[in-house]
C-alpha cells in the first residue's frame, strides 16, 4: 500500500513500530488492506498517558471516499479518553482538524551530509553501553514526558549507531542514527542544551558514509541555523498535532527531534 501511493516501503521503520505499537487496518474485500495505520501509546501499560498516530495510509483506489476519515475516527474512539498526538503533512492536517486535532508545534525535516562536523563544544559523547540503559531510560521520560520504555529498549537492535553525551560521568543527552532507504534517521535527539545536542549529531555523521535525515522542532533555531550552515536542507514541514491536551507533555527545550514523527 506505501507503493501504491508512491511511499517507500519502509520495511525497517514498520518493523519496529508494528513491534512496539498496534496496527489499525481496514480490509479490502477484493484483498489486501483498504487502509492502515499505526498507534504507538505511552505510560503505564493498561493506562496510556499519550498515543501516537502515524502512518496513515489509503490504498489509491479507495482514495478521496472518506475511508481515512473512518479510519481516524475508529482509532480515536478506541483510544477513548488518551491524549493523542501526530505529525501532519498540509495535505493531511484538514482532515485531523476536522476531528478535533489543534496545532501545537511544527517540525523541519532537514536531510544532508553535515560539512566538517566538528563540535563547537567540549561535550564528550560516545557509543551507549547495555550498562546506559536505565539511564537513558530515566532521561527519556523526564524529557519525553511518559514512560517509552518498550520503544527506546528496541534502539540498540534497530538503529545502526546509539549514542551518549557526558558531563562528569552523568548522562546529559542521547541520540540515534537509523537506516531509512538511503539515509541516516537521526531520532531520538535529546539533549541538555544545544551545544550538547550538536555534538551528538557530530559524533553521529562522521561515523555513516549516508546523508542525514532529521525532524527537528523549529522551536530550536539556533540548532536549525546551525546545521542549515552546514550543509542539511529543508525538505519539508509538518504540523504536530494533539487530540485531548492543550500541548505534549514533557520537556520541549531538551527535546530536539523524534525518534520518527511516525511514532512522537
Known amino acids: 500500500m506505501s507503493e501504491d501511493r508512491g511511499w517507500p516501503r519502509e520495511e525497517h521503520k514498520w518493523g519496529l513500530l508494528l513491534s512496539a505499537g498496534n496496527g489499525y487496518g481496514i480490509d479490502d474485500p477484493a484483498g489486501g488492506l483498504v487502509a492502515a495505520c499505526v498507534v504507538t501509546e505511552y505510560g503505564p501499560h493498561g493506562h496510556p498517558r499519550l498515543g501516537a498516530i502515524g502512518m496513515v495510509l489509503v490504498a489509491e483506489r479507495h482514495a478521496r471516499q472518506g475511508v481515512g476519515r473512518r479510519l481516524m475516527r475508529h482509532v480515536v474512539s478506541l483510544m477513548d479518553a488518551t491524549p493523542l498526538t501526530l505529525h501532519a503533512t498540509p495535505s493531511g492536517r484538514p482532515l485531523y482538524e476536522e476531528l478535533g486535532f489543534k496545532a501545537t508545534g511544527r517540525a523541519e525535516m532537514v536531510r544532508g551530509r553535515l ?22 531510560l530515566r532521561l527519556d521520560e523526564e524529557v519525553f514526558g511518559a514512560d517509552r520504555t518498550h520503544v527506546i529498549a528496541r534502539l540498540p537492535a534497530f538503529a545502526d549507531q546509539l549514542r551518549v553525551a557526558e558531563d562528569e ?22 539533549a541538555r542544551d544545544t551545544g ?8 553521529l555523521a562522521v561515523r555513516t558514509d549516508r546523508p542525514l535525515r532529521t525532524d527537528i522542532d523549529v522551536r530550536h533555531e539556533e540548532l536549525l541555523d546551525w546545521v542549515k550552515a552546514r550543509g542539511l536542507e529543508t525538505v519539508a514541514f509538518n504540523s504536530v498535532m494533539t487530540y485531548g491536551i492543550a500541548e505534549l507533555p514533557g520537556d520541549w527545550r531538551r527535546r530536539f527531534a523524534p525518534l520518527t514523527v511516525a511514532a512522537g
Open 196 to 203: 550538547t545536542a550538536k555534538a551528538l549529531l557530530c559524533s
Open 169 to 190: 560521568g552523568r548522562i546529559i543527552g542521547y541520540a540515534a542514527a537509523w537506516p531509512n532507504m538511503d539515509t541516516q534517521v537521526v531520532g531520538p535527539l535529546i
Open 115 to 136: 560539512a566538517t562536523p566538528e563540535p563547537a563544544t567540549d561535550v564528550i559523547t560516545r557509543a551507549a553501553t547495555a550498562e546506559d540503559l536505565p539511564s537513558i
